[in-house]
Nanobody, 130 residues
Framework: EVQLVESGGGLVQAGGSLRLSCAAS????????INWFRQVPGKEREGISC???????WYKDSVKGRFTISSDSAKKTVSLQMNSLKPEDTATYYC????????????????????????WGKGTLVTVSS
């Protein structure tokens, strides 16, 4: 059974921090890039970060310098440390697993698309108050 389970969301004041986790099971973790997306109701799902199979990373410009992605292969868990949170960061955050092509494309072109991701978690809600 393939599972991606996000955790760590909640309510935080602007300027605060949250650490999200994505726990994976049921597939070969090391063969997949792990990608983080967020979505506000009525808006497109946007890619914000990914960590590729070679350990390389990518961040959307709006989160660069504030968010840090990391992977623990032994625990099959990817974390997203979010610091200096802003109200604009309020969204449901999703992790997704996929072969490396889309994360590689983000690294090359600066955009992480949601199309065709192999596996998705169900999301965790992050609310940043002003």
């Amino acid at each position: 059974e393939v599972q991606l389970v996000e955790s760590g969301g909640g309510l935080v004041q602007a300027g605060g921090s949250l650490r999200l986790s994505c726990a994976a099971s049921g597939f070969t973790f090391d063969d997949y890039a792990i990608n983080w997306f967020r979505q506000v109701p009525g808006k497109e799902r946007e890619g914000i970060s990914c960590i590729n199979t070679d350990g390389s990373i990518w961040y959307k410009d709006s989160v660069k310098g504030r968010f840090t992605i990391s992977s623990d292969s032994a625990k099959k868990t990817v974390s997203l440390q979010m610091n200096s949170l802003k109200p604009e960061d309020t969204a449901t955050y999703y992790c997704a697993a996929d072969p490396p092509v889309r994360c590689s494309s983000a690294q090359a072109r600066g955009v992480l698309e949601y199309y065709g991701m192999s596996y998705w978690g169900k999301g965790t809600l992050v609310t940043v108050s002003s």
